[in-house]
């Protein structure tokens, strides 16, 4: 009889703890690999990075586009400029004019 007390009062001496270790466990492991544990912030906040990088590169490429698109406006093109360039880029020339040629790494543009 005394050893089946003995037992029932151990049993009884190690559940709460035994309880409690497993309800910390149980925390400590969601705090770190939960849905909002410390892995997810971390993989979050490199998405963040990488969102901000991208959105960095389309706001850079978006004002090249919008400096290149002022360019073209009918007062700022140069006729004489556009008619040298449009000739550089298609390698054509008219029957009066002068070519020079320059070696193939000399490029004029």
């Known amino acids: 009889m005394r050893i089946v007390r003995a037992i029932k009062r151990a049993i009884k001496a190690t ?14 492991w969601n705090t770190l690999n939960g849905d909002h544990g410390l ?12 969102a901000q990088t991208s959105q960095q590169n389309a706001i ?3 004002n090249a586009w919008s400096r290149r698109l002022q360019g073209l406006k009918e007062n700022s093109l140069e006729a004489d400029l556009l008619d040298e ?11 009066n004019e002068i070519v020079v040629p320059y070696a ?4 004029l543009y």
Do not use: C, W
């Not at 559940?15 to 400590?28: D, H, Q, R, T």
């Not at 360039?85 to 029957?95: E, F, Y």
């Open 39 to 50: 892995r997810s912030f971390h993989a979050q906040k490199k998405l963040l990075v990488e």
């Open 85 to 95: 360039r449009s000739r550089t880029m298609l390698n054509t020339a008219q029957d």
């Open 15 to 28: 559940i709460p703890p035994l309880f409690f270790l497993a309800l910390s466990g149980y925390f400590i």
């Open 60 to 62: 850079s490429e978006q």
């Open 104 to 107: 193939a790494n000399d490029h």
